[in-house]
T-cell receptor, first 113, second 116 residues
């Protein structure tokens, strides 16, 4: 049973570019949450998707957007990249109803130059 | 809004010694509480969780945590540390009324170094 998978593992972009990160949830899970973890800090909640809709959003600008597909996989898109967007981006999956525990993927390390 | 404080940024412990990591949270009711561990360059692995009931919870890798409502704390302990326990540990709070889906708020983490 595969856990949460993310791609790519590493990514280098330049300021102003756009990036798309991908996540496949754990088998049986229907909800995907995204977190940003800057170096030396704890993860911060970006947003959560269920039934292909954004259900909750943290304190992140509109440059951060997402999508969930019918197979529950998800994408995180970041436009107009800033140096400060350099971080580890973590995807977590869970069950929307009765699934309080989130299971995390290995993350995508994004470096913005 | 909920918040989580992990007062110790770094802790160094000798192999075989006991370990205790502190976590204090701020939330109006009883939250869901979690401890995750992160090895360098890796994602987060769930160690244990508390939702309700017995305030002492057992987790994987020999870890346990105790929920103390009066102190708004959820400290993590291990009786005897192994070199492989060197990692960063994160305490997190989830909110029951948002339980459908559940957003997690994390502390800043505690980095544990294990001396041989």
């Amino acid at each position: 049973d595969a856990g949460v998978t993310q791609s790519p593992t590493h990514l280098i972009k330049t300021r102003g570019q756009q990036v798309t990160l991908r996540c496949s949830p754990k088998s049986g899970h229907d909800t995907v949450s995204w977190y940003q973890q800057a170096l030396g800090q704890g993860p911060q909640f970006i947003f959560q998707y269920y039934e292909e809709e954004e259900r909750q959003r943290g304190n992140f600008p509109d440059r951060f957007s997402g999508h969930q597909f019918p197979n529950y996989s998800s994408e995180l898109n970041v436009n107009a990249l800033l140096l400060g967007d350099s971080a580890l981006y973590l995807c977590a999956s869970s069950l929307f109803r009765g699934g309080e525990t989130q299971y995390f993927g290995p993350g995508t390390r994004l470096l913005v130059l | 809004a909920q918040s989580v404080t992990q007062p110790d940024i770094h802790i160094t412990v000798s192999e075989g010694a006991s370990l205790e990591l502190r976590c204090n949270y701020s939330y109006g009711a009883t939250p869901y509480l979690f401890w995750y561990v992160q090895s360098p360059g890796q994602g987060l692995q769930l160690l244990l969780k508390y939702f309700s009931g017995d305030t002492l919870v057992q987790g994987i890798k020999g870890f346990e945590a105790e929920f103390k409502r009066s102190q708004s704390s959820f400290n993590l302990r291990k009786p005897s540390v192994h070199w492989s326990d060197a990692a960063e540990y994160f305490c997190a709070v989830g909110t029951p009324w948002e339980a459908a889906g559940n957003k997690l708020t994390f502390g800043g983490g505690t980095r544990v170094l294990v001396k041989p």
